[in-house]
């Protein structure tokens, strides 16, 4: 290596390590947010008001994490003024930041339904529709992170063809859970609450396809938000 | 003039056109939004399906919008590399697309809940709480893109502080609607609709918070979000 390449060499290695910085601080906040649903989930299900408390102690760390990439990503695109590629991984950790962080505020609204449900109240027939919609939301907020730390198209596309069946499976606990409320208008509140936290489950799974949407965005150059699943299903092999 | 100084005027020039243009589309979008949400209300309100399913369809143009909008800024980040007042300008642009079509999805739900109430079940007390909330919020979001606009951090900083209000107005709309639904059981699902168009009202709020929080990030450089009301007021003169 001769002289003049030295300095170069240096900041590239520099300019990955922030890269990589700020890489590390996204999978530390989507596991932040992962265990906050989590914790939201069970306190719902459990009546455990403490665990639901500790999920919305969490979301400090979550937004307080969300403005750090935010400053890091601004900084990056100053200093570093990145090309193609690394541009659109900037972009697209911006992007995930801002749906990892309303991940979080969902799991905060689940965990204030169930402190309230915890006061008593709670239903064992509506936990258990909840119970399963939300088996469904973790394991694609899970497949969906894990799609953007490894690129993996292949599953990304997956995971927003997999979004249909939760709309779906959703809509039928609404429907049921409505029909509850005509039959036993005595547990109204209760009730309500469960709506709330399927309706919470619902949106999460809607920012899971948001991040499988920037890894499609960030492997292939597609912009796929708004297009026909047909185009998804091209990309899955 | 010299010689050499042409070609950067000329890119100068060319750049601020860039500019120029990005901020007319988000104008533009903002506008499209604004009668979205005015035509998904009014439809709600007066049981007017064709007036819903219009607001419905401005969500194509919508979402159009965004893709293109997010395509100009990827395009001067990549070949202007906008340095930090313009750099900022541009990451806030990307930021307000967001609100704005995460917006268009809550006109698009009202919509639904309205075309729903047309095929009979509108109540009349319900619909006034409506009206009330949906004046407020339009009133809001009017008001934030203007700040956005007029790049006013004064009028940002009241919108933030006004939502205090609209979130309290909100609670007290859903408590009300919930003990109608204990009292006349009967009209439960026109109930459950009302609320919907509640929660997305209140969602839309929000969103012209997150806009407002742009305004102060690009004229003071300040990060207000998920900070202490106490803060905000500071920036109120």
Same mark, same amino acid.
């Given at each position: &290596?001769?002289? $003049?390449? /030295?300095?170069?060499?240096?900041?590239?290695?520099?300019?990955?390590?922030?890269?990589?910085? +700020?890489?590390?601080? #996204? &999978? =530390? &906040?989507?596991? @932040? %947010?992962?265990?906050?649903?989590?914790?939201a989930i069970?306190?719902a299900?459990?009546?455990?008001?403490?665990?639901?408390?500790? *999920?919305?102690?969490?979301?400090?760390?979550?937004?307080?994490?969300?403005?750090?990439?935010?400053?890091?990503?601004?900084?990056?695109? +100053? #200093?570093?003024?990145?090309?193609?590629?690394? @541009?659109?991984?900037?972009?697209?950790?911006? /992007?995930? =930041?801002?749906?990892?962080?309303r991940i979080?505020d969902e799991a905060v609204k689940i965990?204030r339904q $169930?402190?309230? !449900?915890?006061?008593?109240?709670?239903?064992?027939?509506a936990?258990?529709r909840v119970?399963?919609l939300a %088996?469904?939301v973790?394991?694609?907020? /899970?497949?969906?992170?894990?799609?953007?730390?490894? @690129?993996? %198209?292949?599953?990304? $596309?997956?995971?927003? !063809?997999?979004?249909?069946?939760i709309d779906?499976a959703y809509t039928a606990a609404k429907t049921?859970l409505t029909?509850?409320?005509?039959?036993?208008?005595?547990?109204?509140?209760?009730s309500l609450a469960y709506l709330g936290i399927l309706k919470s489950l619902e949106r999460v799974a809607d920012h *899971?396809?948001?991040?499988?949407?920037?890894?499609?965005? !960030? =492997?292939?150059? %597609?912009?796929?938000?708004? !297009?026909?699943? @047909?185009? +998804?299903?091209?990309?899955?092999?």
């Amino acid at each position: &290596m001769n002289q $003049a390449d /030295k300095p170069r060499v240096h900041i590239s290695a520099q300019f990955n390590a922030e890269l990589e910085g +700020v890489r590390n601080d #996204l &999978m =530390t &906040m989507g596991g @932040l %947010v992962e265990s906050q649903i989590e914790h939201a989930i069970e306190a719902a299900l459990d009546g455990d008001s403490a665990r639901a408390e500790n *999920a919305i102690e969490l979301d400090l760390e979550v937004n307080e994490l969300e403005r750090s990439i935010d400053e890091q990503c601004t900084r990056i695109l +100053v #200093l570093r003024q990145p090309a193609a590629g690394d @541009l659109r991984l900037v972009l697209a950790t911006i /992007k995930v =930041t801002n749906d990892l962080e309303r991940i979080g505020d969902e799991a905060v609204k689940i965990s204030r339904q $169930a402190i309230e !449900l915890s006061e008593g109240g709670a239903l064992e027939s509506a936990s258990a529709r909840v119970r399963e919609l939300a %088996v469904s939301v973790n394991s694609l907020l /899970k497949d969906s992170l894990d799609s953007f730390a490894r @690129l993996q %198209v292949n599953e990304a $596309a997956t995971i927003i !063809l997999r979004d249909d069946d939760i709309d779906e499976a959703y809509t039928a606990a609404k429907t049921w859970l409505t029909s509850e409320i005509q039959a036993h208008p005595e547990t109204l509140e209760a009730s309500l609450a469960y709506l709330g936290i399927l309706k919470s489950l619902e949106r999460v799974a809607d920012h *899971a396809v948001n991040i499988a949407e920037q890894v499609i965005f !960030l =492997t292939r150059g %597609v912009d796929v938000r708004h !297009l026909d699943t @047909l185009v +998804v299903r091209d990309l899955v092999s």
